[in-house]
């Protein structure tokens, strides 16, 4: 049954707000038409919208996506089943929802139009509403009194009664519980549900428009999302769920996939969670890549779990990367790897930490100790690295030049999502200084010139997070290591804990690093092939170390 109000104003109403009362016959019924309903694009590349409560969040979607709409469905705030009616009906019928306050305890005739949303009022008539749907104990509108030419149609929150009012066939819920209505609204067909011929006194069908090709949403999962994923569905938006509790795009391979397939060049994110999410922008650009880790995702952490062979392709002296050729490595490292699958419930990551510029004995014709490798040199182990899915970070040696200096020669490289980069602090040295002789180190100041460079760079170039290794065995390698920069998501900084000889010495130089270390860290350890006394297996090195590191090294 619809309950039904209409009130004349005593202005005249302009003609594009106007509702089309015009006869026109289906199956055999006479089914009033209305002007029709306009959507456009958000003119940002972004728009996020993140109010805290429903009903905001429900006008500022409408808002984003709809210029005019001559019918607007309303449901009632905190009421699950009644928004996923409702959400089911806006979608078929191609208008917005939005959320009102519900009605006091002992029915809508006790409530009064103080409770009402002025944001809602405001919204109606921006849209030029002529009828408001309103779907169960939704409290009373003001346009429900005084001096209002729209139409308010209450009608109660059963499929059977919304069927009626709109002429839809709504059947069952899209979930069996309200924890899953996000994802089944999410997925509900634009145009959908079937259309029957309406009933006497059923609202209005306005014309749709067009569905919306240039932008796609995100959404977080969680039923207070409900009327701004069925707004954007009604507007024929792609809507893709992401966890409230890891709103990131770049932690859901599912919605990295989507973003990657979408065409859109806008994007629309919805829910409160998206407000605090740092640098979302870049996160959307990057997920669009399309790139993806081994087992998912564009996160190095927590998820995977990496173990690399050290080396350069250039020599078997500095390391066991050299001891093979680039198909010879990708076999070793995947060898290497193999075992650590039984040992942790992360997906495991080979790897390769490539030196590319080697601490130099002599001065060299740039003076400064450090032989840099060539780019293109570098570029095959790189490239086969990528084919097999083995992450890369080029580790740099830089004598008495800095770390920025020489990062930013490796820039090519460093373009390319699935290289990261090391810095190697032992043989960073101060202008008197020779190697062997002195144990290098570096500024904290010096590592956020590289960490700003990095992130950046990633930022810019839309690249999925990057490894950032800091090798240390001493704590004076890295001064004031308290004021490293750890705040750009762009990067992971993984401290790698590189002593050798004896176990014992080992786990103490593991401890003494670890502890006061800044939060935020992540952690690597290096096994010796020859210096350890013994080296541990990868079950020693999983259970024996705490934490357990979450990257592994052989060297």
């Known amino acids: 049954m619809v309950l039904r109000t209409r009130l004349s104003r005593a202005v005249a109403v302009p003609l594009a707000a106007a509702l089309v009362l015009t006869a026109c016959s289906s199956a055999g019924t006479d089914e009033p038409e209305s002007a029709a309903v306009q959507t456009s694009d958000p003119d940002a590349v972004l728009t996020v919208i993140a109010e805290e409560h429903d009903r905001d969040a429900s006008v500022a979607t409408s808002r984003a996506l709809f210029d005019a709409a001559p019918l607007v469905v309303v449901a009632a705030s905190g009421d699950a089943a009644g928004q996923e009616l409702s959400a089911r009906a806006a979608i078929g019928l191609g208008v917005p929802l939005l959320i009102a306050p ?131 569905r009604a507007a024929g938006v792609p809507v893709h769920l992401v966890p409230a509790t890891a709103p990131n795009p770049q932690a859901t391979p599912s919605a990295i996939d989507a973003l990657h397939a979408s065409t859109a060049t806008r994007t629309l994110a919805l829910g409160a969670a998206f407000g605090a999410e740092p640098a979302l922008e870049w996160k959307v650009r990057a997920a669009r890549g399309g790139f993806q880790l081994p087992g998912g995702g564009q996160l190095l952490f927590p998820r995977h779990q990496f173990v690399a062979l050290y080396g350069t392709p250039s020599t078997s002296a500095l390391g066991v990367l050299g001891e093979q050729d680039a198909s010879g490595s990708v076999q070793r490292a995947r060898e290497v790897a193999a075992p650590f ?162 176990q014992g010495a080992k786990q103490a130089t593991w401890a003494a690093l670890l502890r006061d270390a800044p939060e935020g860290l992540h952690w690597g350890w290096k096994n010796f092939y020859d210096e350890d006394e013994p080296m541990l297996t990868p079950e020693q090195t999983m259970r024996g170390v705490t934490p357990a590191p979450d990257l592994v090294t052989y060297q």
């Open 102 to 232: 519900a009605a006091g305890a002992t029915g809508a005739a006790a409530a009064t139009t103080e409770a009402a949303d002025p944001a809602l009022s405001d919204e109606l008539e921006r849209l030029s509403a002529t009828t408001a749907l309103l779907v169960g104990a939704v409290a009373p509108l003001p346009e429900e009194g005084g001096d209002s030419s729209m139409a308010i149609e209450r009608v109660a929150a059963t499929a059977g009664a919304l069927g009626d009012a709109t002429g839809l066939t709504l059947g069952a819920p899209t979930a069996p519980d309200a924890a899953r209505f996000a994802a089944g609204i999410a997925g509900f067909e634009h145009g959908a549900p079937q259309r029957d011929a309406p009933q006497p006194g059923a609202v209005p069908r306005p014309e749709p428009a067009e569905p919306l090709a240039d932008t796609v949403a995100l959404a977080v999962d969680a039923v207070d999302q409900l009327a701004p994923i069925a707004t954007a």
């Open 341 to 502: 699958e039984a040992l942790t419930d992360r997906t495991v990551v080979p790897m390769f930490e490539v030196i590319a510029t080697v601490a130099a004995g002599g001065a060299g014709p740039d003076g400064n100790y450090s032989n840099e490798l060539p780019v293109e040199s570098l570029r095959p182990l790189v490239e086969a690295a990528a084919d097999a899915g083995i992450y890369v970070v080029l580790d740099l040696q830089p004598g008495r030049t800095d770390f920025l200096t020489q990062a930013q020669q490796y820039r090519s490289l460093l373009e390319l999502p699935n290289v990261g980069l090391a810095l190697d602090p032992e043989w960073r040295l101060e202008p008197d200084e020779v190697h062997l002789r002195q144990i290098g180190s570096v500024t904290a100041e010096e590592v956020n010139s590289v960490v700003t460079w990095l992130a950046d760079l990633t930022n810019e170039q839309g690249l999925p997070q990057k490894m950032l290794v800091l090798h240390q065995f001493r704590l004076d390698m890295i001064t004031d290591r308290h004021a490293l920069d750890l705040s750009r998501p762009e990067l992971a900084v993984l401290v790698h804990v590189d002593g050798l000889g004896t």
